[in-house]
């Protein structure tokens, strides 16, 4: 260690000011480079983008509303009818082993050959809702609106079979059993309105490749 300390160091020492601040040293402004185009000022806009060499793709055409619901409602009603298929055939089988019985009425076996017969229809059905509702999805042709719309008016001639079938094998309770075939075909009569109306139908008998107003 040094054995004289700095006067730096000693807070009692008494220290001279400085010259005050002067203002800044002026500056030389920016002369750009021969050949090379002048700055530009803040604040101005950039230039223009060269133009696109190719014009812009056209819009692709909307799939309209009402036939995305018409498709919707038709795979929904085909999960209602596999249900109800289900139920049908499960009560044919029984009717079918029955029939038989002491006891069971006299028109059980015809019962059961009416229910299987019901069945497969049903069945068929479903894979013809599935399909146009698919079609309708993924196609625009009129080979899938048809498909819808027959789908949906085969669901609304079943509708109207059980609804005479039922009234006129019950007596009573015609009230409930009216009430059951109306949600049945309240599903099919909409989508069949949907896939019939303006949009639909010129949605799919334009070409595919040709652009379309979107339908709201």
């Known amino acids: ?5 700095s006067p730096w160091s000693d807070p009692s020492t008494e220290t001279d000011p400085g010259a005050p601040y002067a203002v800044p040293p002026p500056t030389v402004p920016y002369r750009p480079a021969p050949g090379w185009p002048p700055a530009t ?3 101005t806009a950039w230039p223009q983008p060269w133009p696109q060499p190719w014009p812009p793709a056209p819009a692709r055409p909307q799939r309209p509303g009402q036939v995305i619901a018409a498709a919707v409602l038709a795979v929904v009603q085909a999960a209602g009818v596999a249900l109800a298929t289900a139920y049908l055939q499960l009560l ?4 079918s082993m ?3 019985q002491p006891g069971f009425p006299a028109d059980g076996a015809a019962l059961a050959a009416e229910a299987g017969v019901l069945a497969v ?8 809702l599935v399909a146009g509702g698919i079609l309708a999805l993924t196609r625009r042709s009129a080979l899938a609106r048809w498909t819808l719309v027959a789908a949906l008016a ?8 059980w609804s005479v079938r ?25 989508a069949l ?14 070409s595919p490749g040709v652009g379309t107003t979107p339908h709201r």
């Open 166 to 190: 039922l009234l006129t094998a019950f007596d009573s309770a015609t009230g409930v059993l009216l009430l059951l075939v109306v949600c049945f075909a309240a599903g099919p009569a909409v």
């Open 92 to 95: 044919g089988t029984v009717f």
């Open 98 to 100: 029955a029939a038989d």
């Open 121 to 128: 229809v049903q069945l068929a059905s479903v894979v013809v």
């Open 193 to 206: 309105g949907l896939s019939s109306g303006r949009p639909a139908r010129a949605w799919f008998g334009s």
């Open 154 to 161: 085969l669901q609304l001639a079943l509708a109207a079979y």
């Open 41 to 43: 000022p803040y604040g």
């Open 1 to 5: 260690m040094s054995g004289h300390p």
